[in-house]
């Protein structure tokens, strides 16, 4: 069974940072497009980043570039997202997801599996 664990939410303050991490298992992320994805409460789900073994990074939201940054670890097989200079509206429910078509990512139906989210709180 895959499952995929988002963890490492909470409230921060704006300016502070967070890391969340994506361990899999029933899959090797090794072998999956990798994204993360947030939802903002009223607002549409929307892809944060996307990374492969093979690229690396393939996609970083634009509005997070600079100040996100996606690292993976095969050993733990687990994905990292970093969220440094953290503002109001990153407020949201984080989320994981894992792709076996390469290149799909970060559109939501090229998504093969979804974890359960972890919500990060930015307060002003």
């Known amino acids: 069974e895959v499952q995929l664990q988002a963890s490492g939410g909470g409230l921060v303050q704006a300016g502070g940072s967070l890391r969340v991490s994506c361990a899999a298992s029933g899959l090797t992320i090794g072998d999956y497009e990798i994204g993360w994805f947030r939802q903002a409460p009223g607002k549409e789900r929307e892809g944060v980043s996307c990374?492969?073994?093979?690229?690396?990074?393939?996609y970083y939201l634009q509005s997070i570039k600079g100040r996100f940054t996606v690292s993976s670890d095969n050993a733990k097989n687990t994905v990292y997202l970093q969220m440094n200079s953290l503002k109001l509206e990153d407020t949201a429910v984080y989320y994981c997801?894992?792709?076996?078509?390469?290149?799909?990512?970060?559109?939501?139906?090229?998504?093969?599996?979804w974890g359960k989210g972890t919500q990060v709180t930015v307060s002003g």
């Open positions: 997801a894992a792709a076996r078509l390469w290149g799909l990512c970060p559109d939501d139906y090229g998504m093969s599996y």
């Open positions: 990374v492969t073994s093979r690229d690396g990074v393939t």
